[in-house]
């Protein structure tokens, strides 16, 4: 009975991984069982994911030290590790999954932002978006089929599609991190990416008690026509997820951050918590308050389970 009247049934296919390339492969303490791969790492680890049935992967690109600087100028490098990643990424399992690229400057940065800097140390939004607009036009070149913004600087998905379309990139979506809150919970993430961020984001992510500027957020990106929007993190913003998926005729994604990922696994690691159930109610409650697709480090997991 329970069976017949379920109202969410979530799939493989709506689930996106998250993956991390640098030059070298390492474990992320913070995040028991997430590795950033080297280049032969992520095609193994992609071959897996795919073969699990999950709809797409996110690539994070990790420069060494001396590769960073003030303007990130590796971010659309064509042979900066991002694109490199991406491009093996395609050639290893061409359009069998969604190759997803994140389009943003802070891991390439020396000071961790997403943008370029002011000489007072403001982050300067207009000069950024023609980074942003390179960084898009070398991910697709590289075999990304989605780019996804994630900077939160205005104007972003309006000045990233005319310069795919321009560049004869007509086909290449772009998903929007539209709704981003400046949270607590992406510090394992920073150690993923060996960010190297002094001060804070909070003059350009959300502050995490505005529910309505969310919305308004998502509707600024709609309006700039974005092929879909996101909302991050996910499990603490159902709220601004749920007003999202409300308005929204595009389809809208959200992202299980890394502090939700290692809450439950440390939780599950002292024996507090039955894993797996904790892991599927939080990815179905997503999925519940209306996310179409859901980024989770968890996707080949829970693939493998939902099958």
Not at 68 to 82: E, H, P, S, Y
Not at 144 to 160: F, L, R, W, Y
Not at 198 to 211: F, M
Not at 272 to 294: H, K, L, M, P, Y
Request: with cysteine; net charge negative.
């Amino acid at each position: 009975m329970r069976r017949l009247v379920r109202e969410v049934n979530p799939r493989p296919s709506q689930l996106v991984l998250p993956m991390f390339v640098g030059e070298s492969g390492a474990d992320i303490s913070s995040m028991p069982g997430v590795r950033r791969h080297d280049l032969d790492g992520l095609r193994r680890a992609a071959v897996e994911a795919v073969e699990a049935g999950v709809g797409g992967l996110m690539l994070f690109g990790v420069p060494d030290e001396a590769d960073k600087d003030d303007r990130g100028t590796q971010a659309w490098a064509a042979d900066g590790i991002l694109q490199r990643g991406l491009s093996a990424l395609r050639e290893e399992v061409g359009d069998d999954t969604v190759i997803m690229a994140d389009t943003c400057l802070d891991e390439f940065t020396t000071h961790g932002h997403c943008g370029f800097l002011t000489p007072d140390g403001r982050v300067d939004n207009d000069p950024t978006l023609a980074a942003y607009v390179s960084m898009a036009v070398a991910q697709a070149s590289a075999g990304a089929h989605v780019v996804a913004p994630s900077g939160m600087m205005d104007g972003q998905v309006e000045a990233i599609r005319a310069g795919l379309d321009g560049e004869g990139f007509e086909d290449v979506a772009i998903l929007a991190y539209a709704a981003k809150y400046a949270s607590a919970f992406y510090g394992p993430f920073r150690e993923a990416v060996d960010s190297t961020l002094t001060g804070d984001r909070k003059t350009y992510q959300q502050d995490p008690a505005n529910r309505r500027e969310g919305l308004r957020e998502a509707e600024l990106d709609l309006a700039e026509a974005a092929d879909m929007v996101m909302v991050k993190p996910a499990g603490y913003y159902l709220d601004v997820l749920a007003d999202v998926a409300e308005i929204s005729d595009v389809p809208v994604a959200a992202y299980q951050v890394s502090g939700e990922y290692a809450m439950i696994e440390a939780a599950a690691a002292n024996g507090w918590i039955d894993r797996q159930r904790a892991i599927d109610e939080s990815v179905t409650a997503i999925v519940r308050a209306g996310a179409d697709i859901v980024l989770t480090y968890w996707a080949k997991e829970l693939a493998g389970w939902w099958k």
